[in-house]
Every structure is written in structure tokens, then in C-alpha cells.
């Protein structure tokens, strides 16, 4: 079956500092992933995706993504973090066998101002 | 959390009894799911149903159900029969074909006491 591990629980970065959330990935064939944010009591929000094509993939809100096929890992990042940047956020990757989500348990990060 | 609406934000019942939470989506999407999220757990799936008239249980389906009589529609009703019901439900769609990414509401806040 598709996974994905965020093996962070909490990230705590400066504002204006750079931002990473790591993602790994277990898949058969082809990999589809996806970012997703989360705020206080709302749903989630969609980030960025990649199917194929350039390994950098650019999304919402300054936001980027780079896959690394060897490395199995989509980590996401943003040049320099913004305090409303702190949030919940998730990897997840399309299960090839029934076009579902498998979601990692997410990441805190947290912008200190 | 545009095109899906779920309701109410909040919603509170007694122990033993049945609640439905409402999910609408005016996207025009085939695909609906439902999650329930638990703090420090992700995202895990209760049912999800692919076409109108058709479901399929997801990880977690015990003391669910759910109906798909209308495109726009994905109720879920919360029986006696789950054991801890009070968490944050969260509903999703997504169109066919494509590159799978979901949509999500807002979200309903169970509270079962």
C-alpha cells in the first residue's frame, strides 16, 4: 500500500528564515503527491501537487516542493516564513489502486515572530 | 474550503444517540469522502463513494454510514454504535480524472458526551 511519513512532529523555525517540512514516500509506479495546510478548526487547504515533470514544483502562497525520486522524499519549503505561516500541514500520495489519499500525520510548524 | 459546505460547525448529542453531518458540494465533482481527524493522527477515511448510489468503506467505516442519493450530497451519520464518536469530521471531493487532488469543507466539530 502508498504512504507517506512525516517523521517530524513539530517545527519550530525564526520568522524570516527558511522553512522545510520533510515528506517521505512508499509508492508502486509513479508517485502523485500533494501538500495541504491546515489552520485552527478549518479544513484543509491544497498547497501544491506533483505527477511528473519538473522536480521543483511551485504552489500557493510562496510555497514550493522538490521531489527527489532517489531520495523518495517531496519535502516542502518556503524561502523565508511568514508568523501566519504557522499551521498544520500535511503530505499526502494518490493510492494507485483505488484513487485514495494516504495522508501523513502532519507537521506543526510554527513562525516565531 | 470554497464549493463544499458542511454543517453546523459545532454540533453536540448525548450519548445513544444517532447524528448526521451534512456535506454539499456545488463543484460538480463525482468524488466525495469523509475523514475523521483526531489530534496527533491525521486524517483517516470513513467511507468514500466514487458515483452517486455507490460507497465503499474506508479504514475506519464501523458505527458509520453514510448515503450518496444526489451528486451534491454526502451524508454521514454518526451511530450509537461508535465507540468515541466526538472528534473533527471533515468532508472532501474531487473531480474524475485528473490529478486526484480533493477539496475540503470547513469541517463539523462532533462532541459526543
Known amino acids: 500500500a502508498q504512504s507517506v511519513a512525516q517523521p517530524e512532529d513539530q517545527v519550530n523555525v525564526a520568522e524570516g528564515n527558511p522553512l522545510t517540512v520533510k515528506c517521505t514516500y512508499s509508492?508502486?509506479?509513479?508517485?502523485?503527491l500533494f501538500w495541504y495546510v491546515q489552520y485552527p478548526n478549518r479544513g484543509l487547504q491544497f498547497l501544491l501537487k506533483?505527477?511528473?515533470?519538473?522536480?521543483l514544483v511551485k504552489g500557493s502562497y510562496g510555497f514550493e516542493a522538490e521531489f527527489n525520486k532517489s531520495q523518495t522524499s517531496f519535502h516542502l519549503k518556503k524561502p523565508s516564513a511568514l508568523v501566519s505561516d504557522s499551521a498544520l500541514y500535511f503530505c499526502?500520495?494518490?493510492?494507485?489502486?483505488?484513487?485514495?489519499?494516504?495522508f501523513g500525520k502532519g507537521n506543526q510548524v510554527v513562525v516565531i515572530p | 474550503d470554497g464549493g463544499i459546505t458542511q454543517s453546523p460547525k459545532y454540533l453536540f448529542r448525548k450519548e445513544g444517540q444517532n447524528v448526521t453531518l451534512s456535506c454539499e458540494q456545488n463543484?460538480?465533482?463525482?468524488?466525495m469522502y469523509w475523514y475523521r481527524q483526531d489530534p496527533g493522527q491525521g486524517l483517516r477515511l470513513i467511507y468514500y463513494?466514487?458515483?452517486?448510489?455507490?460507497?465503499q468503506k474506508g479504514d475506519i467505516a464501523e458505527g458509520y454510514s453514510v448515503s450518496r442519493e444526489k451528486k451534491e450530497s454526502f451524508p454521514l451519520t454518526v451511530t450509537s454504535a461508535q465507540k468515541n464518536p466526538t472528534a473533527f469530521y471533515l468532508c472532501?471531493?474531487?473531480?474524475?480524472?485528473?490529478?486526484?487532488?480533493?477539496?475540503f469543507g470547513p469541517g463539523t466539530r462532533l462532541t459526543v458526551t
Open positions: 472532501a471531493s474531487r473531480t474524475s480524472g485528473g490529478s486526484y487532488e480533493q477539496y
Open positions: 509508492v508502486s509506479g509513479n508517485p502523485y
Open positions: 506533483y505527477i511528473t515533470g519538473d522536480n
Open positions: 499526502a500520495v494518490r493510492d494507485t489502486g483505488n484513487n485514495r489519499l494516504a
Open positions: 463543484l460538480n465533482h463525482d468524488a
Open positions: 463513494s466514487q458515483i452517486v448510489n455507490d460507497f
